[in-house]
């Protein structure tokens, strides 16, 4: 068995379930008031940027470059 | 002369309920002041690094093999679902439903675990295998063990921290209207994870 196709392809999923999951969760959460909620918000929005890279790294569009393999 | 009394618990007339509504905001305030200190503290460790890797003409120094993406990507699929299942776990708890929050919050913990046995993982490898050390690998090891080294010892003080208080939970010792320990819980999670997505950018991505 290939574990870097398995372990790609599980943060590619895995990557496109958590951006979906926080996007959902940061729209909930648009309009509820109180300074933890905002921070929430700001978290949300940079997890499902994280999303986003993890997915580019899982499909090996990313980390082709200087340090990475 | 006007003369402030402070309240004080056991004494106060309304109660520790009064006591926990007077306080809260200061205790978020202190609690995410705490946040600025770390993020403060991973800043300087990454700007140190950043200008370190843009001084040497060839990145990662010779002799030393390049990092292995697809398991950092797969181990921080782990670390970002935990910081889902948090979430849901502090909105469960919200909306009343208790054994949704405490499979969500058991979910993170062991996905916390997880990442931190990739991370050994990942640290055996690179000691053993590629022979990469913290003291013997120059800049690139000591800026990589130390980063990472850092934000996976936050990540154990928060699976402990989570652990306490699920077992917390359980006792009763929050209520639908009383549950700052569990904001501050998903405050701290959501932070370990949104330092992870710049160390999984700038050591495996970049």
């Known amino acids: 068995m290939n ?3 398995v372990e790609r392809s599980v943060a590619a999923v895995g990557s496109v379930v958590v951006f979906v999951v926080a996007v959902i969760a940061l729209k909930n959460d648009w309009k509820t008031p109180g300074i933890e ?19 580019l790294a899982g499909i090996d569009v990313l980390g082709r470059f200087g340090g990475a393999a | 002369m006007a003369v402030t009394t402070v309240p004080h618990a056991g004494v106060h007339d309304d109660g520790p309920d009064q ?29 140190a690094y950043l200008y370190l890797r843009n001084t040497g003409n060839v990145w990662p120094p010779p002799g030393i093999n390049r990092l292995d993406v697809a398991f ?10 935990s910081g889902c299942t948090m979430h849901y776990a502090l909105e469960n708890w919200k909306h009343n439903n208790f054994v949704k929050y405490a499979w969500c919050m058991i979910a993170t913990i062991v996905l916390g675990a997880m990442f931190l046995g990739g991370q050994g993982y990942e640290y055996t490898t690179l000691y053993f295998r590629d022979h990469v050390s913290w ?13 990472t080294g850092m934000h996976g010892f936050h990540v154990a003080v928060g699976v402990v921290y989570l652990t306490v208080l699920l077992l917390q939970s359980l006792a009763g010792t929050y209520t639908k209207d009383k549950f700052f320990g569990l904001t501050a819980g998903t405050l701290y999670w959501h932070f370990v994870d949104v330092i992870w997505v710049v160390l999984f950018s700038i050591f495996y991505l970049i």
């Open chain 1, 3 to 5: 574990w870097v196709i």
């Open chain 1, 37 to 55: 909620n905002h921070v929430f918000k700001i978290m949300l929005g940079l997890l499902a940027l994280g999303g986003i890279i993890a997915f």
């Open chain 2, 19 to 47: 006591l926990y509504v007077e306080t809260r905001e200061l205790r978020l305030q202190g609690f995410l002041l705490f946040l600025v200190s770390d993020v403060v503290l991973f800043s300087s460790f990454i700007f």
């Open chain 2, 72 to 81: 950092a990507a797969f181990n921080s699929m782990v670390l970002f679902g």
């Open chain 2, 135 to 147: 003291g013997g690998s120059g800049i690139f090891g000591a800026s990589f063990f130390t980063l």
